[in-house]
């Protein structure tokens, strides 16, 4: 049996989770629940990042100890991940002082590249982040603006990444280290081709405590992004362990296109480094927009928190949503209206409707019993292509084709009409393959909408129908 590693990033916990998070959260779940359908091995990682100046000075602001601050936020987002009824199997923070204790041997791994330099430039104090100079806006140097960059001098830590460019550059060019979109490669490799800079990796310690020390200097603490990009092999037990000899090379890295450098830059670097290898896919999704493509932000009051959602239409009616009508390669709106039409269109009248309707006539014409059900045949090649293109949103589109097509038999195949005759080997025969559909259809749609595929199972999967309690998506009760 092979083994199949994937992870989320780890989101950063200075704010609320927010859905673009979710939907990334809900993108690894479709490949670590379709690697089980296949048989295999999974390990599905998920976290938090919760070292640095935001996380210290947003816990002060608050009158908390910045562990009380990240314990509180971190919960946060594990409960998200029940929300959205996510499997992933590990959920490591930052502060696990296991975590910390393998941040500190893989820095120790790490000297080789690492050397003590003063630092003069910009440093993005809202994203945490050292700016390098080909990368820096020129309006954000200027003191009056909002999110102006502050000129830092000070003695760090360097990491030598500028010595692998070109090793890098040549795994993203023969796939070896696979990264998709294509839009998003082509970037990674146009800043690959104008250099990477060495970078720094440490803060003085007077000017931020809560960070990992350095090993063997009690005046710097280890970068927040730096050390948080080590999570991914830490969470397996680099470098002993026997999870890090079977999972790693990871299968796929989900991340957002906002940090697409520090994965398919800076990490890739630090892997070479350590003589361990680059994982297999780098999947980099774009944004959620409001209605119209506008930023959501809490200053426009257009942001939309996943459970608003999940508490009007459920937990699997977002998972559609967000895995099917965001594009998975652009970014993507959401609204209201939008979400309305998906359920009430869609799931309800399109999925619940074949449901309701196979069922009840079965109820009505067989006394529920269903037959000999023959096996389904379409073609699942096209979906299983999307999925692992990490094309979700195609992959959807693929199983609602046979949605349709299954309204569209119904249709012209009248079971009803039949019933008239009072042919029953014909009418047996339709029903049957009616319930041969929606069985395929569960078993396609069980990555993406699990609850979903039980409850198909649950009432056709016995021989005889067992009708649920309610309509399979209920407008009345879910879409007001």
Same mark, same amino acid.
């Given at each position: 049996?092979?083994?199949?590693?994937?992870?989320?990033?780890?989101?950063?916990?200075?704010?609320?989770?927010?859905?673009?998070?979710?939907?990334?959260?809900? *993108?690894?779940?479709?490949?670590?629940?379709?690697?089980?359908?296949?048989?295999?091995?999974?390990?599905?990682?998920?976290?938090?990042?919760?070292?640095?100046?935001?996380?210290?000075?947003?816990?002060?602001?608050?009158?908390?100890?910045?562990?009380?601050?990240?314990?509180?936020?971190?919960?946060?987002?594990?409960?998200?991940?029940?929300?959205?009824?996510?499997?992933?199997?590990?959920?490591?923070?930052?502060?696990?002082?296991?975590?910390?204790?393998?941040?500190?041997?893989?820095?120790?791994?790490?000297?080789?590249?690492?050397?003590?330099?003063?630092?003069?430039?910009?440093y993005d104090v809202r994203q945490e982040e050292f700016v390098p100079e080909g990368q820096? !806006?020129?309006?954000?140097?200027?003191?009056?603006?909002?999110?102006?960059?502050?000129?830092?001098?000070?003695? $760090?830590?360097?990491?030598?990444?500028?010595?692998?460019?070109?090793?890098?550059?040549?795994?993203?060019?023969?796939?070896?280290?696979?990264?998709?979109?294509?839009?998003?490669?082509?970037?990674?490799?146009?800043?690959?081709?104008?250099?990477?800079? !060495?970078?720094?990796?440490?803060?003085?310690?007077?000017?931020?405590?809560?960070?990992?020390?350095?090993?063997?200097?009690?005046?710097?603490?280890?970068?927040?992004?730096?050390?948080?990009?080590?999570?991914?092999?830490?969470?397996?037990? #680099?470098?002993?362990?026997?999870?890090?000899?079977?999972?790693?090379?990871?299968?796929?890295?989900?991340?957002?296109?906002?940090?697409?450098?520090?994965?398919?830059?800076?990490?890739?670097?630090?892997?070479?480094?350590?003589?361990?290898?680059?994982?297999?896919?780098?999947?980099?999704?774009?944004?959620?927009?409001?209605?119209? &493509?506008?930023?959501?932000?809490?200053? @426009?009051?257009?942001?939309?928190?996943?459970?608003?959602?999940?508490?009007?239409?459920?937990?699997?009616?977002?998972?559609? #949503?967000?895995?099917?009508?965001?594009?998975?390669?652009?970014?993507?709106?959401?609204?209201?209206?939008?979400?309305?039409?998906?359920?009430?269109?869609?799931?309800?009248?399109?999925?619940?409707?074949?449901?309701?309707?196979?069922?009840?006539?079965?109820?009505?014409? *067989?006394?529920?019993?269903?037959?000999?059900?023959?096996?389904?045949?379409?073609?699942?090649?096209?979906?299983?292509?999307?999925?692992?293109?990490?094309?979700?949103?195609?992959?959807?589109?693929?199983?609602?084709?046979?949605?349709?097509? @299954? $309204?569209? #038999?119904?249709?012209?195949?009248?079971?009803?009409?039949?019933?008239?005759?009072?042919? *029953?080997?014909?009418?047996?025969?339709?029903?049957?393959?009616?319930?041969?559909?929606?069985?395929?259809?569960?078993?396609?749609?069980?990555?993406?909408?699990?609850?979903?595929?039980?409850?198909?199972?649950?009432?056709?999967?016995? &021989?005889?129908?067992?009708?649920?309690?309610?309509?399979?998506?209920?407008?009345?009760?879910?879409?007001?």
């Amino acid at each position: 049996m092979s083994n199949y590693y994937v992870t989320t990033s780890i989101p950063y916990v200075n704010g609320d989770p927010h859905i673009g998070f979710a939907m990334e959260l809900l *993108q690894a779940d479709v490949l670590a629940r379709y690697a089980r359908a296949q048989k295999k091995n999974v390990v599905y990682s998920a976290g938090t990042d919760e070292h640095g100046t935001k996380i210290a000075q947003r816990a002060e602001e608050l009158g908390k100890t910045p562990k009380a601050f990240t314990d509180e936020m971190s919960a946060k987002f594990r409960e998200l991940g029940a929300l959205l009824n996510v499997s992933y199997d590990r959920f490591i923070r930052t502060t696990d002082p296991g975590h910390e204790q393998r941040a500190q041997l893989i820095w120790k791994n790490l000297k080789k590249d690492i050397y003590k330099a003063k630092y003069v430039g910009w440093y993005d104090v809202r994203q945490e982040e050292f700016v390098p100079e080909g990368q820096v !806006d020129p309006e954000r140097t200027k003191p009056d603006h909002p999110q102006a960059y502050q000129r830092l001098e000070e003695e $760090n830590y360097f990491f030598a990444l500028s010595k692998y460019a070109a090793g890098i550059r040549k795994a993203i060019e023969s796939n070896d280290f696979e990264i998709l979109p294509k839009t998003r490669r082509n970037e990674i490799l146009a800043l690959l081709n104008r250099g990477l800079e !060495d970078i720094s990796i440490s803060r003085p310690k007077n000017k931020l405590d809560w960070g990992i020390p350095v090993p063997g200097d009690n005046t710097q603490v280890m970068y927040v992004w730096f050390e948080a990009l080590m999570n991914y092999i830490t969470v397996l037990g #680099y470098p002993e362990h026997e999870d890090f000899k079977k999972y790693w090379p990871a299968d796929v890295q989900v991340v957002g296109k906002d940090i697409s450098r520090f994965h398919a830059a800076i990490w890739p670097g630090m892997l070479m480094s350590l003589e361990i290898p680059l994982p297999k896919k780098l999947f980099i999704h774009s944004f959620i927009n409001a209605e119209g &493509g506008v930023k959501m932000s809490k200053s @426009l009051g257009n942001v939309v928190a996943p459970k608003e959602i999940v508490d009007k239409y459920g937990v699997d009616a977002f998972r559609y #949503y967000f895995l099917r009508h965001i594009p998975s390669y652009e970014d993507g709106e959401f609204s209201w209206e939008r979400m309305e039409q998906a359920y009430n269109n869609e799931l309800a009248n399109e999925l619940g409707n074949a449901v309701q309707r196979t069922a009840t006539m079965i109820m009505k014409y *067989q006394n529920g019993i269903i037959g000999e059900v023959p096996e389904a045949s379409h073609d699942s090649a096209p979906i299983e292509v999307a999925i692992e293109r990490c094309q979700f949103d195609r992959a959807l589109e693929a199983i609602w084709a046979q949605v349709r097509g @299954l $309204n569209q #038999y119904i249709e012209d195949a009248k079971p009803w009409e039949i019933a008239k005759k009072d042919d *029953q080997d014909h009418l047996r025969e339709v029903l049957a393959y009616q319930v041969s559909c929606l069985l395929e259809i569960a078993n396609l749609l069980e990555p993406f909408l699990p609850d979903t595929a039980v409850k198909i199972r649950n009432v056709f999967d016995q &021989g005889i129908v067992r009708p649920l309690p309610t309509t399979l998506f209920p407008k009345e009760e879910k879409a007001e």
